[in-house]
C-alpha cells in the first residue's frame, strides 16, 4: 500500500477562501427533478443512436450515464462509454466527469482513473469524484494520495471533496494523515460544516480517538442524525457501551430521532457488554419507533441477545425477521455453537442446505465451531471436506477450528498429522489451539513442542507461557513449572487477571479472586460458605488440578474456593430475587471447578445460571450445562 504524498504536509497552509458548495439536499431535489430512464431505455436510446434515429446531445448522454450509475451494471456502463468516445462530444469534461462518477458507482475505479489521466482538463468535480470513488471502494490509500495532485493544481478542496478524504482517512487508520486533512479542513475553514464535521468525527471514530471525535462533535453549530449516529458508533466501536448508551439518551433529549443505524450501534456496543437488561430495553424502544424488523437491524438484536445469555429471545428475533439474509443465519448458527448446542447446529446448518441458502467461509467456520465444541469429530471432518463441493477454500480459522476439534476429542497425534500436512503454513493460532488441547488432557511433551512454535512465530503472546505452566503444574512438574515461570519472568510476560462481573439493575458488579474489596465482601463470603456447604452434601467434591500452586491441599481448597465466578455468583444470589436467571461475565476461560460447582448450585438453589467466558456460553440449569460437559 503507497504512502500518502509528502507534499500533502506543505500545502496545510495555502487554501482559505469562499467556498461553492451543494448541498445533498439540492441535489436530491435536482435528480429528481430530471428522472433517470431505466436500463432497458438506456440500451434502446443507444440502439437509436446508432441506428441514426435518435439525434445525438450532451443531454441523452448524461442521462444514460446517469441510469448506468444508479443500476451499477459494468457492462452497460461500458456500452455507453464506448457509445460517446465515437460522437463529436467525446473529451466533453462534464460528460468526462459523468464517467468518472459511473465507473466509480460501477465499481471499477481503475478504469474511472483511466478517463480521469485522459482528460485534457481536470476541474474540481474531477478530482472530487475519483476521490470519492476510491474511499467508496475501500482503496483510501489511493483516494489519499490524489490530494497532492490536486493542491499542486491550485485546485481548492470544497464539503464534499473533504468527506470523501476523511473517510478514507477513516479507514486508512494513520493519525499523522488524519490530523494533517484535519489541518487543511481547517485552513479552508471546511470544519465547521456539519457535513465535514460528521465526516470528521466518524474519522476520528474510527480512528479510536474518541477524545478528538467528541471535540469535533461538541464543535458542530449544527447536529444531524449522522453526527449522533457517528459518535455513537465510535463509543460502540471502543467497546465502551454505556458511553454510548448515554450519548443515545442525550440524542433523545434532543430530539433526535434514532434510525436502524443508531440502534445497530447501539446492540452492538451492548453485545459486547452482555447488558441484557438494557438489550431489552432499547429493542422495546425499537418496537415503539415502529422501525420494521429487516435483516440488518434483526441481525444486530439476534447478535445481541446471544452475547446477553438469552437463546430463547435470539432465536424469537430469528423466526420474525423478514427475508432473513445469510449473516441472519450465520448469526443464529453462531449462537448455537457457542453455547454448545451442537444438535440445534447441525439441524440449522442442514436447513440452510435444504433451502438453498449460499453457504460462505463463515458457515462452515461456524458449524465447525459447534462440531468442535460438542466433540463431533466425524461430522466435523465431513464437514470441513464439504467445503470442496461449494467451492470454497478452508481459511486458517478453518484450519484452527480443526485442530482444535481433535485436540479436544484428545486425539492429539491426528491434529500434529493434520497440522504437518496443511497445505499452508501452520501460525501461532494453530500451534496455540494444538497447545491448549494438550493442557486438557495434560500432554507435556506435545504441550512443549507446541508451545517452542508459538514461541518462534508469537513471541509477544502471553497465552502459551501460561498454557504451558499450567500443564507443568496439573501433572506435578514443579521443576519444569518453576523453568517456565523464571522464562516467563525474564521476559516479562505477565498472566492476565482473571475477573467476572455481573450486572444487577443497570450496575456492574466486578470480581477478581479472593477479592475483599467489595462493600458487602464479608456477607458475600458468608453466602458462599453456605452455597459450598450445600453443594458438598449433594455431591460436589473441589477438584484439586485446578489450583495451580505447590502448597498443601488445605490450602489448595481455600484458594480454588474463592475465584471470581465464584464470588460473583455468590453475590448475585444475595441480591437478585428468587427465580431470576444469572448472567456472568469472565475474561477468561471457566475453570473445570468452578463449572462443576456451578452445575450443582443450579440443582440445589434451583437457578438457571450463564456464563460467559472468553469461549463460549455455559447455559447451567438442573445440574446440567449445555455443553455436555465438554468444552
Known amino acids: 500500500m503507497r504512502k500518502p504524498h509528502k507534499l500533502l504536509l506543505h500545502c496545510l497552509l495555502r487554501y482559505r477562501n469562499t467556498r461553492p458548495y451543494t448541498s445533498p439536499a439540492s441535489l436530491t431535489t435536482s435528480a429528481a427533478a430530471n428522472p433517470v430512464p431505466a436500463t432497458a431505455a438506456v440500451l434502446s436510446d443507444l440502439d437509436l443512436l446508432d441506428a441514426g434515429e435518435l439525434a445525438p446531445t450532451p443531454r441523452v448522454y448524461h442521462a444514460s450515464i446517469t441510469a448506468c450509475a444508479q443500476s451499477k451494471n459494468l457492462e452497460d456502463a461500458r456500452r455507453v462509454h464506448a457509445q460517446l468516445s465515437r460522437s463529436r462530444f467525446a473529451g466533453d469534461a462534464f460528460l468526462d466527469n459523468s464517467l468518472i462518477h459511473m465507473y466509480c458507482k460501477c465499481g471499477s475505479v481503475l478504469e474511472a482513473h483511466k478517463v480521469f489521466d485522459e482528460m485534457r482538463r481536470k476541474d474540481m468535480v474531477s478530482w472530487t469524484s475519483l476521490i470519492a470513488g476510491y474511499a467508496q471502494n475501500d482503496m483510501p490509500a489511493e483516494a489519499i494520495n490524489l490530494l497532492p495532485g490536486m493542491l499542486k493544481g491550485r485546485l481548492k478542496p470544497n464539503g464534499f471533496t473533504f468527506a470523501s478524504l476523511l473517510k478514507a482517512a477513516g479507514a486508512y487508520a494513520d493519525s499523522g494523515i488524519s490530523g494533517q486533512i484535519h489541518a487543511l479542513a481547517v485552513k479552508c475553514d471546511w470544519h465547521e460544516d456539519v457535513y465535514v464535521g460528521s465526516a470528521l468525527l466518524d474519522m476520528y471514530a474510527r480512528c479510536g480517538r474518541m477524545d478528538m471525535a467528541t471535540a469535533a462533535f461538541d ?179 478453518h484450519y484452527v477450528t480443526v485442530v482444535d476439534l481433535l485436540g479436544r476429542a484428545g486425539l492429539l497425534n491426528y491434529a500434529l498429522v493434520f497440522i504437518f500436512k496443511m497445505p499452508v503454513e501452520p501460525t501461532a493460532a494453530v500451534w496455540g489451539a494444538l497447545l491448549a488441547a494438550c493442557r486438557t488432557h495434560k500432554n507435556a511433551k506435545v504441550g512443549q513442542f507446541a508451545a517452542d512454535r508459538v514461541f518462534e512465530l508469537n513471541p509477544d503472546d502471553s497465552g502459551p507461557p501460561v498454557l504451558l505452566y499450567n500443564i507443568y503444574a496439573s501433572t506435578g512438574q514443579w521443576d519444569a513449572a518453576a523453568r517456565v515461570r523464571k522464562m516467563m519472568k525474564a521476559t516479562g510476560v505477565k498472566k492476565e487477571p482473571a475477573c467476572s462481573w455481573v450486572e444487577i439493575e443497570n450496575s456492574v458488579h466486578m470480581f477478581v479472586a479472593g477479592d475483599d474489596a467489595h462493600p458487602r465482601a464479608q456477607e458475600i463470603y458468608k453466602m458462599w460458605d453456605e452455597i459450598s456447604m450445600k453443594i458438598k452434601k449433594e455431591g460436589y467434591v473441589p477438584d484439586m488440578d485446578y489450583v495451580l500452586l505447590h502448597v498443601d491441599c488445605q490450602e489448595r481448597e481455600a484458594n480454588l474456593q474463592y475465584h471470581s465466578e465464584k464470588i460473583a455468583l455468590a453475590f448475585a444470589l444475595i441480591q437478585m430475587p428468587e427465580g431470576a436467571t444469572i448472567q456472568i461475565m469472565k475474561n477468561i476461560r471457566i475453570c473445570g471447578d468452578c463449572h462443576s460447582a456451578f452445575r450443582y448450585i443450579s440443582k440445589v438453589y434451583k437457578r438457571e445460571i450463564v456464563v460467559r467466558d472468553t469461549n463460549r456460553f455455559h447455559h447451567f440449569s438442573n445440574g446440567s450445562c449445555s455443553c455436555g460437559d465438554y468444552w
Open 219 to 397: 464543535k458542530l453549530d449544527s447536529r444531524n442524525e449522522v453526527s449522533w449516529n457517528a459518535l455513537i458508533s465510535g463509543f460502540s466501536r471502543k467497546g465502551d457501551g454505556e458511553t454510548a448508551l448515554k450519548v443515545f439518551a442525550e440524542m433523545q433529549r434532543n430530539g433526535f430521532e434514532a434510525t436502524h443505524f443508531t440502534y445497530s450501534s447501539l446492540f452492538n456496543a451492548i453485545a459486547g457488554l452482555g447488558a441484557l437488561e438494557q438489550g431489552k430495553w432499547v429493542h422495546a424502544h425499537v418496537i415503539k419507533s415502529g422501525q420494521k424488523l429487516t435483516a440488518f437491524l434483526g441481525n444486530t438484536i439476534l447478535d445481541m441477545y446471544a452475547k446477553s445469555g438469552s437463546m430463547i429471545d435470539a432465536k424469537k428475533v430469528f423466526d420474525r425477521v423478514d427475508n432473513k439474509d445469510l449473516v441472519t443465519w450465520n448469526s443464529m448458527l453462531t449462537a448455537f455453537a457457542q453455547y454448545g448446542l451442537r444438535k440445534e447446529a447441525i439441524s440449522h446448518f442442514e436447513e440452510m442446505r435444504k433451502f438453498g441458502i449460499y453457504l460462505n467461509q463463515v458457515s462452515f467456520l461456524c458449524i465447525l465451531t459447534a462440531c468442535s465444541h460438542g466433540g463431533l469429530v466425524k461430522e466435523g471432518k465431513r464437514y470441513f471436506d464439504m467445503m470442496k463441493e461449494y467451492n470454497l477454500e478452508p481459511e486458517i480459522d
